[in-house]
């Protein structure tokens, strides 16, 4: 993999990247505006050994009992009992299980001293609570050993207007982290699983042909499809005139004079570009004619704004005369024969001997024919008329064909020795350029039938 390839990977996953981490902030955000704040107060509460008259009980016998003790006393800090009684005494609402939440009470390492942590929504509330229940917790000792032990209030319960909790710019912070690794591992996952045509190594890695041009989307095509409705310099037009250059240099001794354009799946762009590759050869001065042999669903004739009755199926059935059944489009002056009716049989219409000979005569009649044919894969239309011409170029569309519907789209023409002239790249991003690796990255996107970019 060269470094044009690991830089078009790279601005491929940055989108990704960015977009979930602009969704980490946002949850961060929503987290922390939903969150109801929390204060907290502190008491601390010290065990110590007391005096006895018992000459058995020494000091060092009664400090020992005092730490072992502790932790006991650290766990019936949040005991029922204790709860009970400070609900009673303060008058709250709360079930004890309830306050017993709002409660920590820990053992400070290598000490006797218990700390007493409270939270509640108001730091009045949070100082009374912390207060009610390091003096409940030290009368409650009191009551149960008989022991030389006693608890004493060391800190009373403090107050602080500063909320501990939520915590902002930590929460946004941590969300962004877990955005952007999310992002990374989206887009790492994205590439690993795609395997749709990316690039120009993708089509080359895939099948043997070479990429003549891509075109990149444009939204304004619903609305001015064709070459002629844009400006001569526009980069739409630039990428046809470098599709055209392609084609006349792909053999310079038989240059083709007749060619399908097709694809493997509907919905990729073969009806604009045989429309506007025809366009931008009669612009160099050749007679063009524009066929439409898409004999099942049938799309020129309305990009072109002309009629669609008579035409190919008709000259064949002997309904009409060629000569009277092509039209001339005036704005671009191509020449233009359209499907004509829908026939129940389209292969079979064009593999017969009448339309082999159809495409005989038009390719002596005109300097280039270009036919508009149906995808490869659901029928066996175009690779037929393929054959009969010198050859076929391929639409594929960026991020949306599969290597294995081109893969088998190649072998649709393989099987009936149909000669594939090369790929063209149709709605690569803008932004890929030529860092996309097709050359030229630029230019204009219409379907087969209603077209939309990829999100």
Partial sequence: MDFKELLRMAQRRWLTIVVFFLL?????????YFQTPQYESKARVFIA???????????????????????????????????????????????????????????????????????????????????????????????????????????????????????????????????????????????????????????????????????????????????????????????????????????????????????AVPSEGKTSTATNLAIALAQTGLRVLLVD??????????????????????????????????????DSGIYFLASGPIPPNPTEVLQSRAAQELFDRVSQMFDMVIIDGPPLLPVSDAAIMARDVDGAILVVRHGKTSKEQLKQAALRLAQVDANLLGVMVNMTPKRGGKGSGYGYGYGYAYGYGPDKPKS
């Fill in 24 to 32: 980490g902030l946002l949850g961060g955000g929503a987290l922390t």
């Fill in 49 to 263: 050994a007391q005096n006895s008259t018992d000459a058995n009980d020494s000091p060092i016998i009664a400090s020992y009992f005092a730490s072992q003790r502790v932790e006991s006393y650290a766990q019936l800090a949040t005991s029922r009992e204790l709860m009970q009684r400070v609900i009673a005494r303060l008058n709250l609402k709360e079930t004890p299980a309830q306050l017993a939440d709002q409660i920590e009470a820990k053992v400070s390492e290598l000490t006797v001293i218990i700390e007493i942590k409270v939270h509640n929504p108001d730091a009045a509330q949070a100082q009374a609570i912390a207060k009610a229940e390091s003096e409940v917790f030290t009368d409650y000792i009191a009551e149960l050993e008989t022991s030389p032990v006693k608890a004493t209030i060391v800190d009373p319960a403090s107050y602080s207007s500063n909320q501990v909790s939520p915590k902002p710019v930590l929460n946004l912070v941590i969300a962004g982290v877990l955005g952007l690794l999310i992002g990374l591992g989206m887009a790492l996952l994205r590439d690993l699983l795609d395997n749709t045509v990316s690039s120009a190594a993708d089509v080359e890695n895939t099948i043997d042909a070479p990429v003549l041009s891509s075109v990149a989307y444009d939204s304004d095509v619903p609305k001015h499809p064709l070459l002629t409705e844009v400006g001569s310099h526009s980069t739409r037009v630039e990428a046809f005139r470098l599709l055209r250059t392609n084609l006349q240099f792909l053999d310079l001794d038989t240059r083709p004079r007749a060619i399908v354009i097709t694809s």
């Fill in 293 to 330: 042999g898409d004999l099942r669903r049938p799309k020129v004739a309305s990009v072109l704004g002309l009629e669609r009755s008579v035409g190919l199926t008709t000259v064949l059935v002997g309904r009409s005369e060629l000569q009277d059944s092509i039209q001339k489009h005036t």
